[in-house]
Protein backbone atom coordinates (compact mmCIF):
# COMPACT_ATOMS: atom_id res chain seq x y z
CA UNK A 1 0.00 0.00 0.00
CA UNK A 2 2.60 2.20 1.01
CA UNK A 3 6.55 2.16 0.47
CA UNK A 4 9.00 4.42 0.73
CA UNK A 5 12.45 3.73 -1.01
CA UNK A 6 15.51 5.66 0.09
CA UNK A 7 14.02 9.19 0.94
CA UNK A 8 16.10 11.76 1.69
CA UNK A 9 14.65 15.26 3.70
CA UNK A 10 16.01 18.38 4.58
CA UNK A 11 15.17 21.42 6.47
CA UNK A 12 17.47 23.88 4.59
CA UNK A 13 20.48 22.44 4.63
CA UNK A 14 20.15 20.14 7.26
CA UNK A 15 19.63 16.72 6.52
CA UNK A 16 16.69 14.84 8.42
CA UNK A 17 16.05 11.73 6.49
CA UNK A 18 18.68 9.67 5.14
CA UNK A 19 17.92 6.99 2.74
CA UNK A 20 15.09 6.13 4.70
CA UNK A 21 12.87 2.93 3.74
CA UNK A 22 9.75 1.32 4.77
CA UNK A 23 6.56 -0.10 4.20
CA UNK A 24 3.28 -0.32 4.74
CA UNK A 25 0.76 -3.44 3.67
CA UNK A 26 -3.08 -2.66 3.50
CA UNK A 27 -4.33 -3.35 6.79
CA UNK A 28 -1.28 -3.40 8.83
CA UNK A 29 -0.75 -1.37 11.75
CA UNK A 30 3.09 -0.48 11.78
CA UNK A 31 5.22 1.37 14.16
CA UNK A 32 8.01 3.92 13.59
CA UNK A 33 9.69 4.43 17.54
CA UNK A 34 12.34 6.56 18.53
CA UNK A 35 13.59 9.40 20.74
CA UNK A 36 12.26 13.34 20.21
CA UNK A 37 14.32 14.46 17.44
CA UNK A 38 15.43 11.65 15.54
CA UNK A 39 13.30 12.11 12.96
CA UNK A 40 9.88 10.64 13.69
CA UNK A 41 7.45 13.55 12.63
CA UNK A 42 9.76 14.63 9.28
CA UNK A 43 9.49 11.04 8.04
CA UNK A 44 5.36 11.19 8.15
CA UNK A 45 5.70 14.87 7.09
CA UNK A 46 7.58 13.64 3.88
CA UNK A 47 5.28 10.84 3.62
CA UNK A 48 2.12 13.26 3.68
CA UNK A 49 3.41 16.00 1.40
CA UNK A 50 4.01 18.70 4.53
CA UNK A 51 8.22 18.62 3.92
CA UNK A 52 9.76 18.27 0.46
CA UNK A 53 11.27 15.33 -1.19
CA UNK A 54 14.96 15.78 -2.33
CA UNK A 55 15.50 12.06 -3.30
CA UNK A 56 14.10 8.79 -3.09
CA UNK A 57 10.50 7.87 -4.06
CA UNK A 58 7.15 7.17 -2.26
CA UNK A 59 4.46 5.20 -3.86
CA UNK A 60 1.02 4.90 -2.34
CA UNK A 61 -0.88 1.92 -3.66
CA UNK A 62 1.83 1.69 -6.72
CA UNK A 63 1.32 5.30 -7.51
CA UNK A 64 4.04 8.18 -7.26
CA UNK A 65 3.18 10.86 -4.46
CA UNK A 66 6.59 12.10 -4.44
CA UNK A 67 5.48 16.05 -4.75
CA UNK A 68 2.03 16.08 -4.05
CA UNK A 69 0.48 18.45 -1.69
CA UNK A 70 -1.30 17.73 1.26
CA UNK A 71 -5.07 17.70 -0.02
CA UNK A 72 -3.83 15.74 -2.72
CA UNK A 73 -2.76 13.03 -0.44
CA UNK A 74 -5.97 13.18 1.55
CA UNK A 75 -8.04 12.60 -1.73
CA UNK A 76 -6.37 9.67 -2.21
CA UNK A 77 -6.93 8.54 1.27
CA UNK A 78 -3.89 9.13 3.14
CA UNK A 79 -4.77 11.52 5.84
CA UNK A 80 -1.90 12.91 8.74
CA UNK A 81 -2.87 13.29 12.56
CA UNK A 82 -0.24 15.88 14.00
CA UNK A 83 1.09 15.23 17.49
CA UNK A 84 1.04 19.12 18.08
CA UNK A 85 -3.30 18.39 16.90
CA UNK A 86 -3.42 21.73 15.22
CA UNK A 87 -7.45 22.54 16.32
CA UNK A 88 -9.02 25.80 16.02
CA UNK A 89 -9.58 26.63 19.77
CA UNK A 90 -12.18 28.89 19.44
CA UNK A 91 -14.13 26.53 17.18
CA UNK A 92 -16.11 23.94 18.80
CA UNK A 93 -15.90 20.30 18.50
CA UNK A 94 -18.04 19.15 15.86
CA UNK A 95 -17.27 22.52 13.55
CA UNK A 96 -13.62 20.74 14.08
CA UNK A 97 -14.57 18.04 13.20
CA UNK A 98 -16.72 18.50 10.41
CA UNK A 99 -13.28 20.75 9.22
CA UNK A 100 -12.03 17.03 8.50
CA UNK A 101 -14.61 16.17 6.43
CA UNK A 102 -13.78 19.21 3.88
CA UNK A 103 -12.80 18.02 0.39
CA UNK A 104 -15.76 16.75 -1.92
CA UNK A 105 -14.95 12.83 -1.17
CA UNK A 106 -14.70 12.90 2.47
CA UNK A 107 -18.07 15.18 2.29
CA UNK A 108 -20.23 11.78 0.91
CA UNK A 109 -19.41 10.03 4.44
CA UNK A 110 -19.92 13.14 6.45
CA UNK A 111 -23.11 11.46 8.04
CA UNK A 112 -21.85 7.93 8.77
CA UNK A 113 -18.03 8.84 9.80
CA UNK A 114 -19.46 12.07 12.08
CA UNK A 115 -21.23 9.12 13.93
CA UNK A 116 -18.74 6.50 13.41
CA UNK A 117 -16.16 9.48 15.23
CA UNK A 118 -19.16 9.67 18.49
CA UNK A 119 -19.04 6.14 19.07
CA UNK A 120 -15.55 6.05 19.53
CA UNK A 121 -15.56 8.16 22.07
CA UNK A 122 -19.12 9.60 23.36
CA UNK A 123 -17.53 12.27 25.61
CA UNK A 124 -17.58 13.94 22.28
CA UNK A 125 -21.02 13.78 21.83
CA UNK A 126 -22.41 15.16 25.10
CA UNK A 127 -19.54 18.07 24.66
CA UNK A 128 -19.97 18.54 20.35
CA UNK A 129 -20.92 22.52 20.98
CA UNK A 130 -18.39 23.31 23.35
CA UNK A 131 -15.54 25.15 22.80
CA UNK A 132 -11.63 23.57 22.14
CA UNK A 133 -10.14 25.86 23.67
CA UNK A 134 -12.04 24.49 27.11
CA UNK A 135 -10.71 20.70 26.57
CA UNK A 136 -8.32 18.27 28.03
CA UNK A 137 -5.24 17.25 26.16
CA UNK A 138 -7.41 13.98 26.10
CA UNK A 139 -10.03 15.24 25.21
CA UNK A 140 -8.42 17.30 22.23
CA UNK A 141 -6.29 14.31 21.11
CA UNK A 142 -9.77 12.53 20.72
CA UNK A 143 -11.14 15.47 18.60
CA UNK A 144 -7.48 15.60 16.95
CA UNK A 145 -8.16 11.61 16.06
CA UNK A 146 -11.49 12.53 15.17
CA UNK A 147 -11.13 14.71 12.16
CA UNK A 148 -8.65 12.45 10.54
CA UNK A 149 -11.65 9.54 10.10
CA UNK A 150 -13.91 12.35 9.27
CA UNK A 151 -11.55 12.66 5.91
CA UNK A 152 -12.20 9.35 4.98
CA UNK A 153 -8.93 7.65 5.12
CA UNK A 154 -7.51 4.48 3.76
CA UNK A 155 -4.03 5.07 5.59
CA UNK A 156 -3.90 6.85 8.73
CA UNK A 157 -0.52 8.34 9.87
CA UNK A 158 -0.68 9.36 13.02
CA UNK A 159 1.74 11.06 14.88
CA UNK A 160 2.70 10.76 18.22
CA UNK A 161 -0.68 10.50 20.03
CA UNK A 162 0.21 9.48 23.35
CA UNK A 163 2.39 13.24 23.67
CA UNK A 164 1.27 14.42 26.97
CA UNK A 165 -1.40 12.48 28.04
CA UNK A 166 -1.31 10.40 31.39
CA UNK A 167 -0.63 6.56 31.55
CA UNK A 168 -4.05 5.95 31.00
CA UNK A 169 -5.21 8.15 28.56
CA UNK A 170 -2.55 6.80 27.18
CA UNK A 171 -3.70 3.52 26.89
CA UNK A 172 -7.30 4.10 26.07
CA UNK A 173 -6.15 6.17 23.10
CA UNK A 174 -3.89 3.55 21.47
CA UNK A 175 -6.53 1.03 22.17
CA UNK A 176 -8.89 3.08 20.13
CA UNK A 177 -5.72 3.03 17.41
CA UNK A 178 -5.54 -0.82 17.45
CA UNK A 179 -9.53 -0.87 17.30
CA UNK A 180 -9.71 1.61 14.17
CA UNK A 181 -6.94 -0.87 12.79
CA UNK A 182 -8.98 -4.28 13.56
CA UNK A 183 -11.57 -2.89 11.59
CA UNK A 184 -9.33 -2.48 8.45
CA UNK A 185 -7.98 0.86 8.56
CA UNK A 186 -4.15 0.50 7.74
CA UNK A 187 -2.60 2.78 10.40
CA UNK A 188 1.43 3.86 10.35
CA UNK A 189 2.16 5.35 13.75
CA UNK A 190 4.81 7.02 15.23
CA UNK A 191 5.86 6.56 19.17
CA UNK A 192 8.50 6.87 21.64
CA UNK A 193 8.23 3.65 23.28
CA UNK A 194 8.16 0.35 21.89
CA UNK A 195 6.69 -0.35 25.00
CA UNK A 196 3.79 0.88 25.00
CA UNK A 197 2.60 -0.98 21.55
CA UNK A 198 3.33 -4.52 22.20
CA UNK A 199 0.33 -6.72 21.41
CA UNK A 200 -1.13 -4.16 18.86
CA UNK A 201 1.39 -3.98 16.04
CA UNK A 202 2.69 -5.61 12.94
CA UNK A 203 5.95 -4.64 12.44
CA UNK A 204 7.83 -1.34 13.80
CA UNK A 205 10.96 0.34 12.33
CA UNK A 206 13.16 2.08 14.58
CA UNK A 207 14.81 5.28 13.36
CA UNK A 208 17.78 6.96 15.06
CA UNK A 209 19.52 10.41 13.17
CA UNK A 210 17.19 10.07 10.45
CA UNK A 211 18.06 6.65 9.61
CA UNK A 212 15.66 3.65 9.72
CA UNK A 213 16.40 0.59 10.72
CA UNK A 214 13.63 -2.51 10.78
CA UNK A 215 13.54 -3.92 14.13
CA UNK A 216 13.07 -7.91 14.43
CA UNK A 217 9.27 -8.82 13.60
CA UNK A 218 9.52 -11.30 16.38
CA UNK A 219 9.01 -8.15 19.08
CA UNK A 220 5.99 -6.48 17.39
CA UNK A 221 3.72 -9.32 17.60
CA UNK A 222 0.17 -8.91 18.13
CA UNK A 223 -1.36 -10.63 21.01
CA UNK A 224 -3.59 -13.81 19.37
Do not use: W
Not at 6 to 13: E, K, R, T
Amino acid sequence: MLEVDNVNAFYGDFHVLHDASLTVKEGELVAVVGANGHGKSSLLKAVCGLIPVRSGSIRLNAQDIVGKKAPQLVEQGLVYVAEDRRLFMDMTIQENLLLGAYLAQARRYEKRNLERVFALYPRLVERRHQLCRSLSGGEAQMVALGRGLMSNPTLLAIDEPSLGLAPNLTEAMLETVSQLNREGLTVLLVEQSLALLQGMIDRVYSIEEGVIHESEIGNAHRLP
